[in-house]
């Protein structure tokens, strides 16, 4: 059905123009440098490239794309642009939420999340569209990026979030989220992937559930798992960051020790969470001087959301945000 509004074709390629470059820039310019303050970006992961001398930043840009911001003192961040466009038959269309940041081999990797359009996916909470992550690949940390493949590298028939890297014994594992949505009760994943990052390996093994934490919100059908990502400590300790609701309503950062110092050991949790400030999705990276820090959005329940870093210590199994 044709609809008449009496406006030009000019006139709506014009618009269309305008409101697509507003949407690609939200306001920002590329070239231009903004405070750490001033940014609204969740799941902020920061990437220090040894090769450039920069820290990398990539975010959701209005859920058609990636962005993506670099900086020298992690305070200044200079706007470049888009990183990820993707092509009119890319299986995501919504989402484009928590991006990873790595390099391997020369080449520079993002795995970001994303959901299809069509919900077809039957949950004990409605009925859903397939969420799942996917790999980019890139030449350079600010892009273009490409996908890896046109499909998720979770599993199809899984709602999964947040995937991510780790790298024990020569294999390589991508970690993730199984999603309350599906499960109730979320749960955190371990699969091996294959070194190019182009299909898994062997089964999902399940790490632990969100009502491991002692402090988490307890609710027979909604209990998040978000962010898991897993470093070393310098002395010797194998620790996970995580995120989920606590019982006094707020956004959270977990932290879980591995019992033997290895994925698939037992995963204690810690008593309490490391923040009381609405803040999570967390990761920890080492500056270019050698210092251990935290990133993470705050506050999660209100606007606008800032990427927050701060100082990160482990010692003798307990962490502690500075």
Wanted: glycine content about 8%; hydrophobic content about 35%; aromatic content about 12%.
């Amino acid at each position: 059905m044709q609809i008449k509004t009496g406006i030009s074709t000019a006139a709506l390629a014009l618009s269309f123009a305008l409101f697509s470059a507003a949407a690609l820039c939200a306001g920002e310019e590329a070239g231009k440098s903004y405070k750490r303050s001033e940014m609204r970006v969740r799941d902020p992961f920061v990437f220090a490239d040894k090769k450039t001398n920069f820290y990398y930043m990539h975010a959701n840009d209005n859920s058609q794309g990636l962005k993506v911001y670099r900086s020298k003192d992690l305070e200044n961040w200079e706007f470049l642009g888009r990183s990820f466009t993707p092509d009119s038959d890319f299986w995501g269309k919504a989402d484009f939420w928590a991006p990873d940041m790595f390099e391997r081999d020369g080449k520079y990797y993002v795995i970001a999340t994303f959901s299809r359009k069509e919900k077809n996916i039957r949950t004990p909470n409605g009925t859903h569209a397939l969420r799942g992550s996917s790999v980019l690949v890139s030449d350079r940390p600010e892009g273009p990026y490409k996908p890896l493949a046109n499909a998720p590298i979770t599993p199809e028939n899984w709602m999964c979030l947040d995937a991510t890297l780790f790298e024990e014994d020569g294999k390589l594992y991508i970690l993730y989220c199984h999603e309350w949505i599906q499960v109730c009760d979320g749960e955190i994943i371990a699969q091996e992937i294959s070194k190019d990052l182009k299909k898994t390996i062997g089964e999902p093994r399940l790490l632990f559930k969100a009502s491991a934490a002692p402090w988490g919100k307890k609710n027979q059908k909604s209990m998040v798992t978000d962010a898991p990502v897993i470093n070393r400590a310098e002395d010797g300790t194998l620790y996970m960051t995580w995120s989920t609701f606590g019982s006094d309503g707020k956004y959270h950062i977990g932290f879980a020790v591995s019992s033997n110092g290895k994925l698939f050991g037992e995963w204690k949790q810690s008593e309490h969470p490391l923040n009381n400030d609405d803040g999570g999705h967390a990761m920890v990276f080492k500056t270019f001087d050698g210092k251990t820090k935290i990133s993470y959005h705050a506050p999660n329940s209100k606007y606008p959301e800032r990427p927050t870093i701060k100082d990160f210590s482990v010692r003798g199994g307990k962490a502690t945000i500075e």
